[in-house]
C-alpha cells in the first residue's frame, strides 16, 4: 500500500468516526429519546431558555426542555418533557433562573399543595419569567432612588 492509498483509507475512517459521532451526539439531543411525559408553561420572557435547557425541581435536574413557541399574543410557550416518576400537582409554579450570577438559565418547577396531579400535555398555571442582569441592574438602581428620596424628605 503506497502513501496516497494509506491517506485515502484514513481519510475515510475519520469521515466515517465523523458521522457515526455526529450520528450519536444527533440521536441524543433529539427530544423523543427523552422519557417522561410533557408539560408547557407560558412565559412573558424566555431569554436564556434553549431546546436542551434543564428543568430543575429542588436543585435536582427532573427534565429538559423541549419545545419552544409563539402563542396568538406572542408569549413564549416552553413544552418540557419531565421525568415519568414526578407527579406534580395542578398548581405547581415554573420560574426561570439562573445558576449564578453568569451562568445557564433553566427551569425551576415548585410543587403547589393541590390533591390533584397535572396531566400530560397541561400547562403550568404560574410562571416567573427569567431576569436579566440589566433588568436587576434597573431595580437596584431605582430602589436606591427611592431610599434617597425618602431619606431627603426627613427632617
Do not use: C, W
Amino acid at each position: 500500500m503506497n502513501d496516497a492509498d494509506r491517506e485515502t483509507v484514513v481519510g475515510g475512517v475519520v469521515l466515517l468516526a465523523g458521522a457515526i459521532l455526529l450520528a450519536g451526539v444527533y440521536g441524543m439531543t433529539g427530544h423523543s429519546s427523552i422519557p417522561g411525559y410533557d408539560l408547557a408553561a407560558r412565559f412573558n420572557k424566555a431569554e436564556g431558555i434553549a431546546i436542551g435547557s434543564d428543568v430543575r425541581l429542588a436543585g435536582v435536574s427532573i427534565g429538559r426542555v423541549v419545545g419552544q413557541a409563539l402563542d396568538d399574543q406572542y408569549h413564549a410557550v416552553v413544552t418540557m418533557r419531565v421525568a415519568p416518576s414526578v407527579g406534580l400537582p395542578r398548581d405547581s409554579a415554573a420560574l426561570i433562573q439562573t445558576d449564578g450570577l453568569l451562568g445557564a438559565k433553566y427551569i425551576a418547577l415548585q410543587p403547589g399543595a393541590d390533591e390533584t396531579a397535572l396531566k400530560p400535555g397541561e400547562q403550568l398555571g404560574y410562571t416567573q419569567d427569567s431576569m436579566d442582569i440589566q433588568d436587576l441592574l434597573s431595580l437596584i438602581i431605582a430602589e436606591a432612588k427611592a431610599k434617597q428620596a425618602r431619606e431627603s424628605k426627613r427632617p
